[in-house]
Nanobody, 115 residues
Framework: QVQLVESGGGLVQPGGSLRLSCAAS????????MSWYRQSLGEERELVAA???????KYGDSVKGRFTISRDKAQNSAHLQMDSLAPEDTDVYYC?????????WGKGTLVTVSS
């Protein structure tokens, strides 16, 4: 079993930055694909960014060039650096860990971009 806990969400002004963190515990290793998703009420969950065990990264079109995903295998954590935030980035952000058929989600952290 794997537990994921997100942190770092909050209120930020447009153009500002936030850094989200995902702390993983339990039976997890560096073989997992770590990713961030976001979801607004009534909408489907959207992939924001993913990082593979070999370090390759993937980003959703709406965040390319503004967000950066990273991971610390030694500490079983993943991070999402979000820059140039805009009101449309307001969402609940979720961390996900995937290995084969196993998929785990955190409970989410709210990011609000508003002046």
């Amino acid at each position: 079993q794997v537990q994921l806990v997100e942190s770092g969400g909050g209120l930020v002004q447009p153009g500002g930055s936030l850094r989200l963190s995902c702390a993983a515990s339990g039976r997890i290793s560096g073989l997992y694909v770590m990713s961030w998703y976001r979801q607004s009420l009534g909408e489907e969950r959207e992939l924001v960014a993913a990082i593979y065990p070999n370090g390759i990264t993937k980003y959703g079109d709406s965040v390319k060039g503004r967000f950066t995903i990273s991971r610390d295998k030694a500490q079983n954590s993943a991070h999402l650096q979000m820059d140039s935030l805009a009101p449309e980035d307001t969402d609940v952000y979720y961390c996900r860990a995937v290995w084969g058929s196993m998929s785990y989600w955190g409970k989410g952290t709210l990011v609000t971009v508003s002046s």
